[in-house]
Structures are given as C-alpha cells and as structure tokens.
C-alpha cells in the first residue's frame, strides 16, 4: 500500500511536470517569407535558446505556459511574446533599418539616438570585431565620423596609434589626444580585449562632451564593456590565427655585391671621398669560381623580416538569474613580430556583475585585469630597421666560418660599418612587463518615483617594470681567422643593466542625483553631480653603467659598483568637479538640452584654478512637425550646438618655480658651488622661467547637423563645425642667452573647421541581406594666433594663417645638365656641377637661399573616407572594409630612397641615374649620402622629397559560415561558425615609401618604417 502511494505520487508529479514544459516549434522568416537562418530563439526567463536551421526552423522546450520567448536577429527587429499553451509559433520580422530607437552611451547616463542634439556616433562591439585585431583601438579606424586614426608602426605591441578627434586641436604640450572613458571612469583602451566590448561612443562637440569639462576638449571616448545575460551559463570560445607579413618592404635594393661596390666608387668620385673599393676587391665578387659563402650577394632584409602566426584566444562566460547576471572574459594573445627580436604576449580579464537587490537599489562592479609583456631593441623597431639597411651585401650577420661568431665589417678601409641589428636581435633585448587594473562599483537607489541616486567609484593601478640589460658582444671582420681579435663589441645603446620601475595609481569617484518626469507633452530629465580625482605617479630607476664580468648573471647586484646610479620620482594631480545636465523635450518634437561642468585642478594657480564650461544644443523633428504625410521620409532632424570645453593635461605645477638638484656621473655634480672657499658642494638651480598667472585653455565649438532617415532603411547624418581652441597653454621660443627654459604661458589660437557625413542603407535582395555604407570627413586646421613665425628642423613652420607644421622648403626645379646650364641659372649653394639639382628662385634676386623657401599646402588630408559592405545568405555571411585619406603629402628621405645612407644599398633605380651620357630628369647623379657638396644639393629639403601619401586601401575582408543548428547540437554546441579574415590586403597608392598611413605630429621623415602588418586569419567561434 506505501509503495504503491509513493507510486502514485512519482506518476502525479511526472504528469504536473509534463504538463508545464512542453516543445515549441516553428520558423522565423523575413518580411518576404525567406528564412532567417541562424536567428536566435530564447526563453527569456531560463535563458535557454537555439538557432533556426537553414530552413528558419526552430524547436525548444519551455518550462511553462507563463514563459515568454524572444527571438533576435542582427538588423531586425526583436520580437518577444508570451508563448501560452501553443506549440507552434512562427515569426516574421521586419528589417531594422532605422536606429532612431537604439540607446546610445552618452556622458553619466544614457539617451535615446532620436533624442540627441549633440554631435554623437556609436560603434558596436559586433561592428568592431568585424576585423580581428589584437588591439581594440585600430578597429575604430573609418568606423567614427570625426575621428582620425592613423596607425604609426606595425610593430608588436607598439603600434603608435595616434587619434585625433576633428583635427589637430592644440599645439600645446596639453595634446591632442581624446578622453577615453571605461565603464564610466577614465581607462585604457589598449588594455581591453576587443571581444569584450559592447559599445563605443565618441562625443564630438562642446554638447556632448562639456559634462566632462576639463578633459574634454580633444573630445571623449566611451568603452562599454559587455554586461551579464539573464539564464543559464553559457560558454562561448573565440580562437584565431592570423599567418602575419609586412605589407610592404624596400623594392628593388642593390644586393648584387659586384653592382653595389662599381656604384660606390662611382658615388665616391661624385662626392670627392677617397675611399673606394679596388678592382682586386670588385674581381672577388664578380669571379664565377668563387666561395658563394665567402663572396655572397647578401639580401639583409631575409635576415631581418620573417613571416609568423599570431595567435588570439577568448572565452567568455554569462549567465545570471534572480536580478543578478555576470559576464566573465579571459582573452591571450600571442603576437610575435615580423622583425625578429619583437614579440608581444597579453593576458587579460574582464568581469562584470550586475544585481537587483529590490525594486529600489542596483549594485554592480567591473573589473579588468591585463598583463602584457613586450621584447624589443631598445633604440627601436625603426633603428632596426635602419641598421638592417645599412648593411653592405658583401657579407652576412654571421661569419662564414661556421663559429657562430658576429661580422662587423667586411672591408673598413673603404666603409665605417653599422651595428649588427642580427645580433642585438638575439643578445640585446628589452624586456618590459605591464601589469593594469581597473576596477569600479556603482550603487543606484531609487530614492522616489522618477528620482535615482547613483554613486560610483574605483581605481586604475599600472605597473611597470623595464629591464635593459646591454651585454658585450664581441663583433669581428668577415674574413677573420679563428684567433684574430675583434674589430669592435657590439653598439647596444650604453652598456650594464638599467632597471626601471614606473607605477601610477588613480582613483575616481562620483555621486549623481537623476531625475526624470512627464507633464503631458513635456519630459523633462535633470542630471547633477559632483566628482573627485586624484593621481599619483612613481618612478625607480637604478642602473650600473659599465661592462659586466658576464652576460648570464643579469642582475644589478653582478655589475660594478663602481658605476651604480639610482634616481627617483614622483607626482601628483587632482581635480575636484561639479556638472550637471538638462534635457527637456516638447512632443519629442522640439528638443533642448544644455550641460555645464565646473572644473578646478591642481596643475593651475589658486587665483585660475576653477573653471567654468558650459554648453547648450538644441533639436527640431521636421517630420513631427509636418512632412509627416511623406511616407518616404522616415524622420529629418535638424540640430545646432554651441559650448565651452577645457584643458588642463599640462605638466604638473608649471606656474611654479621648481629648483633641480642632480647628480653627476659618479665623480661630481651638475650644480657645483664653492660656498667655502676651495671646497665645491653640490647645489640646486632654477633652470626654468614661469608664469604665475597661467589659465585653462579653452576650446569653443559650434555645430549643426542634421539626421534624416529614409524609407525606414538609409539613415543620412550631416554635421558641420566650427573649433576655435584659444588661450593655448605654450612655451614660446626664447633667446637661448638666456639660459632657462622657457615658461608655459597662455598664448595662441588654432581653429579647426571641418564637415563630416555618414550613410548607411540596410535592405534585402531576395534571400540575401546586406548593409552598405559611408564615410567622409574634410577638416582644415589653421594658425589663428602664434606671434612671430617659427621654423622647425623638421622643414616645418608654424605661421599665422597656415595650418600648423606645413611644410617649408626649396622648389625643386630639375636637374643640371650641362655647365652652360649652370651659368645660366641663378646662384646656387654648394657650387653646383652637372648632375646636381637646381632650385627655384623665388624672389627673383638670381640667388638662391634660404629666403627662397617656400610654404607647401598638404601637411594635412584634405579629407578621409571610408566604405563598408556586408551581406548575408543562408549560412553564409560577408564583410567588407574599405579606407582611404585624400590629399596629404609626406616628406620622406634617407635609407631605401637615398644612396649609401651609412653604406645603405640605393634603390636600383639610381642604376639609371643621371651621367654626362645619361641626362636623366629625374634622377641625380648618385653620391654618398652626407659625403661633399653633391650631398649637401642633392640632400638640400625640398619638393622632391615630398610625396603624395593620398591611399585607398582594402582594409578587411571576411567571409564565414555558420554550420547548421541540428549539426551543431550533434557536437554539444549552440552555435558553430569559422571564417576567414584578410587585413591590409592591398594598398592603392602613388606614395614610393613603405606606407603612406603615418601621424602628422610624429617629425618623421625616414622613407621607411616599421611596416604594417598583412594578416590572413582563420578563426573559429562556438557557444555552448
């Protein structure tokens, strides 16, 4: 009888459960009754789910007859419903195409895309990732109207990504470089791994971006990084490797040793340098009996640039449930560099957790851990590079004889030899290791209905550690026996060990009061709160700075102690803030909004230290005015701002005098005074000048813009701005007598003014959808105010009314063919010959001089642009995209243009360069680079060394597929999808230099760079 009641009550409770989960199946189609392959269906409160097949049909069991279900696919719009008792449910969901409801990221909060008056553009995480990179910064790249990004170097770890937000804002030390804001504190971008981003939002003009104020004014970058998913645990593995090559590399270098040695006598009669290489020499490399090995046509490039494999992993964790949801993701990378020697790995972490308390509080916290560790020379990838270039092809990096040992020069009677970049490559690295935490929590209180209280607060922490240890290497000649001595030790930048340690540590906090109402037609949303900074900066250097007993007992401790030194630093700042913000809106249709922030930091006197910077925007929806009858007009909304931003990212106290005491090289001081007499004591001294009185400095923009939607699918933004940044925070050029440095002191104007425009279109073409795509933005930078012109050493000059750096330097007006020709020319410098280029004369006086240069437009792009495709049909999906800049110029010159830099083999094309038999009008008579008066012409600066650096560039291609869900769930997975990725597939561009994509402000004018990177990834994506 027990048995048979508890028999009972196993049947009835089998029943009651059968009875509440229960199978649900169906299709998910579009509009057009295709189906939408690979579209997600959820149960939203268990977070269960699956993807349709290649039939849009989906099947899923559902606890009960109260659940609801959501399904989601990327450019349509959600759908979610109660599911009831039915078992069947089929969908059809329309195309997304407007995204005047999307929530953007803004400053402090949040608003919705229709609502914004400011200068605003967004990015997703999904559109970024698009491209695989190991550094989330370069996939901004064409993706933000507004936003400049070049990438400097392709070198591991180091890229130099410089960013600029509507052109150069200031030609002060305060930078140019924007605000970037993570999970609502000031952060790394590079410290994140791409797969963890969410969103990233730019603020543009004074609208947007016044409520962070002092900080602000080279705009301001907002990262969110991917929050928790209610339901259950869901794993997802991300894994690449990309195969990773240079784009580029010097074409068509002289590496026959024969060829190379008669082109070096020949330039060394044109230069009037006596050494030259002798028949009996030449004779060695040219004889077709002779030891290869011994007499080789040496490629130094072979040595140095190599192919790798870059590898990226990433495994995410989310899930939650009862109002707490988490998303955990651990990323690794792993990215040897094309220049043997570099490498870089990162190890990172991000962790969110987010909880519902009750109905009235919210807590939540972020944490990002990242590790990295880099490899590198320590003069640089470029001096590498330079080196590398440098070398004859008369001889290799390694003598012939099989011992292992390091050629320094191969005949050093007739060339000064180079460093062996061979050998610093595998004996003399640095190694630098990054240790980064970012950390913060929130608590939002529902103190009443409409009115939150949130407060936030948290810190970055970043350790550093250097260590450059510079061992001795012997370096020999090519055909040195087995007891010959060494030429030379190898040039490693100094010599011992330095071991440096830097360490800054950041905290922030705020407490903010939000409060939203409606009245009837009105909403009105008040923001205000107050927020501190602090920052603190550390720096150990220690050091012994003479040749150690060995190379393998690399520590400081191993060294003489004889040349010990130890320095030490440290720093603070701090900002103490107030802001606020109003939006108000009438029938969604006339929409207000106006910030303010008040600023005060440390870095100015107590008399300038606070600052006031406010802004007001405001919008007009034509169509909910009228128009509205106009089916093809979606929305059309015109927008106008103006406001106030500051900078303050000088140096710490300049207004201050500040004394330095420093001591010298083991034996005395750098300030030496005899306060008694004979004896001489160490002392301080001022070495700078000050001003007392220096102020913010101030960028003022103005904006209108206007956002139109089309056919509820093509989305047009147009904005046009004005950028004037005064009261420039700038140390002028002083007389050098009197021997200070000079002042920091509020000087100058620059104005930016610029258009940007923005096109998506978002449709569908039978079974395929697609999205295409626009990009253009034109600035122009101007010297407002400076004072007297300046002339750099970059061939440079800063001048009122010019944008700031152009380029300044004779006209290049041909070469000289004959002496008649000579005589009938105006004057030249260094007593010009046949062969030598002529320059204008400008100011008509028949001599040519230094008055004679020239302002040349194109330091700038006149403008950028940028194009996108994607489509997808059934499993299969594609992207594409495409970058290019217009306009700029760069002046490039040395190793790989010019002949016989430090012995660098020339370009074959001065094989046809100009001879009394050859009267060539393009190519000079060759020479040795910095050897007699044909150098000091042919290297004199002018347009013949400026280039056209305008590019298009096939950025990104990528084509995946997504196996089927049926196959999938057959291997325990939700999803399954490869791809495949092209980066940096081609450039199209008259620029002869490696790359053409190089930072306005960097002063580099080398021909060659460390390139970028061509990278052909396979990568594979699982959820389970």
């Not at 792993?334 to 109905?359: A, C, E, H, T, W």
């Not at 470029?382 to 070398?391: A, I, K, P, R, W």
């Not at 020999?476 to 010599?495: H, K, M």
């Not at 046949?834 to 040349?856: E, L, Q, S």
């Amino acid at each position: 009888m027990k048995n048979g009641l508890l028999l009972l009550v196993l049947c009835f409770s089998m029943a009651h459960a059968w009875c509440q989960s229960f199978r649900v199946t169906g299709t998910v189609k579009d509009e057009g009754g295709a189906p939408l392959v690979g579209a997600t269906v959820m149960v939203k409160k268990t977070g269960a789910s699956t993807l349709t097949d290649t039939a849009g049909r989906y099947t899923l069991f559902v606890p009960d007859d109260k659940s609801a279900l959501v399904v989601t696919f990327s450019g349509y719009e959600r759908v979610d419903d109660i599911i009831g008792r039915r078992t069947t449910w089929d969908v059809v969901l329309r195309v997304q195409a407007s995204s005047l409801n999307d929530v953007v990221v803004v400053g402090y909060g949040t608003q919705k895309k229709a609502d914004l008056t400011g200068a605003v553009a967004a990015v997703t995480g999904a559109d970024m990732n698009k491209r695989v990179a190991t550094d989330p910064t370069q996939l901004l790249q064409g993706k933000l109207p507004g936003l400049s990004l070049t990438q400097g170097t392709g070198e591991a770890g180091n890229e130099a990504f410089v960013l600029r937000v509507r052109g150069l804002g200031t030609n002060s030390s305060a930078g140019s470089d924007p605000l970037v804001i993570v999970d609502g504190l000031p952060g790394s971008l590079g410290a994140l791994d791409p797969q963890n981003i969410e969103s990233v939002t730019l603020l543009k003009d004074a609208a947007s971006a016044a409520i962070y104020g002092t900080r602000a004014a080279n705009g301001v970058l907002l990262v969110t990084t991917k929050q928790g998913t209610a339901g259950k645990l869901q794993l997802s593995l991300d894994y690449s490797v990309g195969i990773t090559r240079a784009t580029a590399l010097p074409k068509n270098l002289v590496y026959n040793s024969a060829e190379y040695m008669v082109l070096w006598d020949t330039a060394a009669n044109h230069s009037g340098y006596p050494n030259e290489f002798t028949q009996a020499q030449i004779d060695n490399y040219t004889s077709p009996t002779r030891n290869k090995k011994l007499y080789p046509d040496y490629n130094w490039l072979d040595a140095l640039m190599r192919t790798v494999s870059v590898q990226n992993v990433h495994l995410g964790i989310t899930g939650g449930r009862n109002g707490t949801t988490y998303n955990v993701g651990l990323g690794y990378v792993d990215q040897p560099d094309i220049m043997i020697g570099f490498s870089y790995k990162k190890y990172n972490l991000q962790f969110n957790l987010n909880s519902r308390v009750n109905s009235y509080i919210t807590f939540g916290s972020s944490l990002t851990l990242n590790y990295g560790q880099r490899f590198y020379a320590s003069r640089g990838s470029q001096d590498q590079f330079l080196s590398d270039l440098s070398q004859s092809p008369m001889y290799g990096p390694i003598l012939p004889d099989g011992s292992g040992r390091y050629t320094n020069s191969v005949y050093p009677s007739v060339q000064t030899p180079n460093k062996n970049p061979v050998a610093i490559a595998q004996n003399a690295l640095v190694n630098n290791r990054d240790y980064y935490m970012q950390t913060n929590m929130y608590v939002n209180v529902r103190l009443l209905n409409g009115l939150d209280w949130r407060t936030s607060g948290g810190f970055n922490f970043d350790f550093n550690k250097i260590y450059d240890f510079k061992p001795v290497i012997n370096q020999y000649n090519w055909f040195a026996g087995p007891t010959d001595p060494p030429e030379r030790t190898l040039d490693v930048n100094g010599q011992g060990l330095i071991v440096t340690e830097n360490n800054s540590f950041y905290p922030v906090g705020y407490t903010q009061l939000t409060y939203t109402r409606s009245f009837g037609a009105h909403d009105l949303k008040l923001l205000g709160g107050t927020q501190a900074e602090y920052n603190q900066s550390q720096s150990l250097v220690g050091s012994r700075n003479t040749p150690f007993a060995n190379n393998i007992t690399q520590e400081l401790n191993a060294g003489p102690a004889g040349s010990q030194l130890a320095s030490g630093t440290s720093s603070q700042w701090a900002l103490r803030s107030f802001y606020g913000r109003l939006n108000y809106d009438y029938k969604e249709k006339y929409l207000l909004e106006a910030n303010a922030r008040y600023d005060a930091s440390s870095r100015f006197p107590p008399s300038n230290r606070w600052g006031l910077f406010p802004s007001i925007s405001g919008g007009w929806v034509v169509t909910k005015d009228f128009l509205s009858d106009v089916h093809w007009l979606t929305q059309w909304k015109v927008r106008g701002s103006w406001g106030k931003l500051g900078n303050q990212n000088i140096s710490n106290y300049p207004y201050q005098d500040v004394y330095t005491s420093a001591n010298a090289y083991n034996t005395g001081t750098y300030y030496a005074y005899s306060f008694s007499g004979t004896t001489l004591n160490s002392g301080v001294a001022d070495n700078a000048l000050t001003d007392p009185k220096i102020k913010w400095e101030t960028t003022r923009i103005v904006d209108f813009g206007t956002d139109v939607t089309l056919f509820n699918r093509l989305n047009v933004t147009v904005d046009g701005y004005n950028k004037l940044t005064y009261d420039i925070l700038f140390q002028p050029a002083i007389p050098a007598y009197i021997g200070l440095t000079a002042p920091t002191i509020n000087n100058g104007r620059m104005r930016n003014t610029g258009v940007e425009i923005s096109a998506q279109y978002t449709g569908k073409a039978g079974q395929v959808n697609f999205s295409v795509g626009g990009q253009l933005q034109a600035n122009k930078n101007t010297l407002v105010k400076f004072g007297a012109p300046q002339i750099t050493a970059n061939n440079t000059i800063n001048e009122e009314g010019k944008p700031f750096g152009s380029f300044y330097m004779y006209e290049f007006a041909g070469i000289f063919q004959s002496v008649k020709d000579v005589q009938n020319s105006p004057v030249q410098q260094y007593t010009p010959q046949p062969g030598y280029m002529k320059f204008k004369d400008v100011d008509g006086n028949d001599t040519v001089n230094a008055n004679d240069r020239v302002i040349v437009p194109g330091v700038f792009p006149k403008f950028e642009y940028s194009f996108n495709a994607s489509a997808a049909w059934k499993n299969f999906d594609l992207s594409m995209f495409f970058y290019g800049s217009y306009g700029q110029k760069q002046y490039v010159s040395g190793w790989g243009l010019q002949p016989f830099d430090q012995g660098s083999p020339p370009p074959s094309d001065w094989k046809n360069a100009w001879t009394p038999a050859n009267h060539s009008t393009t190519m000079p008579l060759i020479y040795i680079l910095g050897q007699g008066n044909a150098s000091s012409n042919i290297n004199t600066p002018s347009t013949y060394y400026l280039k056209d650096a305008s590019f298009f560039r096939i950025k990104s291609v990528q084509l995946g597929y997504t196996l089927p869900a049926f196959l999938a769930r057959h291997v325990a997975m939700n999803a399954l999808r490869v791809y495949f990725t092209g980066d940096n597939l081609y450039t199209f561009t008259k620029f002869p230099g490696l790359d053409p994509e190089r930072a306005v402000e960097s002063g580099n004018v080398r021909f060659v760079v460390h390139p970028q990177n061509q990278v052909f990834t396979f990568g594979v994506k699982a959820t389970f």
